[in-house]
């Protein structure tokens, strides 16, 4: 992916759509520049690393997909609507439609796409058992003030962690959540630069919450 000036131009929105054992959705592309642009759709499936890295793989072929488009030109300050239906053989199941955006005037030169996903969750029909999270006690080191958590999935329903919130003796602080995918761990490091040292880790779920301590390390 080449990134210039003019990524923040072009958007695709919303980024994240969730849905409940199939999906019927669209997402908007939307060329801010002055230029028309083209633009080329393509469906990914996708795995995470246990530090968070998006690993890309064409679409799999349980996932049944319908776009209403493939391509699309978009005049300058123009927004277009892509519509689709999703299921899958088996849930949860989730892929990513990326949106390679080019200018459809080819000049000399550098050629810059600027690529934008918009990500589908489909959720299982049940929630995940809460007794299927651990969530060990994270570490603090109090050298380079860092905390370190992992947190496990152990069925194979797919979660998502609304928000992460790091607490101490008179500060708390709170991150943005993630996917847990089946059988999946994250690994998860965050600063904490109050005089006091954090004492718990708590992540949030839709309908629960867990709650580990933090406990001192010195490696």
């Not at 080449?2 to 060329?31: C, H, R």
């Not at 380079?144 to 069925?155: F, L, P, R, S, Y």
Request: proline share 8%; with cysteine.
């Amino acid at each position: 992916m080449l990134l210039g000036s003019s990524a923040l131009a072009q958007t695709v929105q919303p980024v994240i759509s969730e849905y409940q054992m199939k999906a019927d959705g669209k997402f908007a592309l939307t060329n801010g520049t002055l230029t028309p642009m083209v633009v080329v759709l393509e469906p990914k499936s996708f795995s995470i690393t246990p530090d968070g890295q998006g690993v890309f793989r064409p679409l799999d072929r349980d996932i049944h997909l319908e776009l209403s488009a493939m391509s699309a030109r978009l005049e300058p300050g123009q927004t277009y609507y892509i519509f689709y239906k999703a299921r899958a053989d088996q849930l949860p199941a989730w892929f990513t439609i990326y949106s390679t955006f080019s200018s459809a005037r080819h000049n000399p030169g550098l050629d810059v796409r600027i690529m934008l996903p918009h990500t589908v969750y489909l959720y299982q029909k049940h929630p995940l058992n809460k007794e299927e999270i651990n969530l060990p006690p994270a570490t603090w080191n109090s050298a380079t003030k860092t905390i370190v958590c992992d947190v496990e999935n152990h069925g194979t329903s797919l979660v998502r962690v609304q928000e992460v919130r790091i607490s101490g003796p008179h500060a708390s602080e709170t991150t943005a959540g993630f996917p847990l995918l089946p059988l999946g761990r994250r690994h998860l490091e965050f600063n904490w630069d109050e005089k006091q040292p954090p004492d718990s880790v708590q992540l949030r779920f839709e309908h629960s919450t867990l709650k580990a301590p933090i406990v001192s390390s010195s490696k």
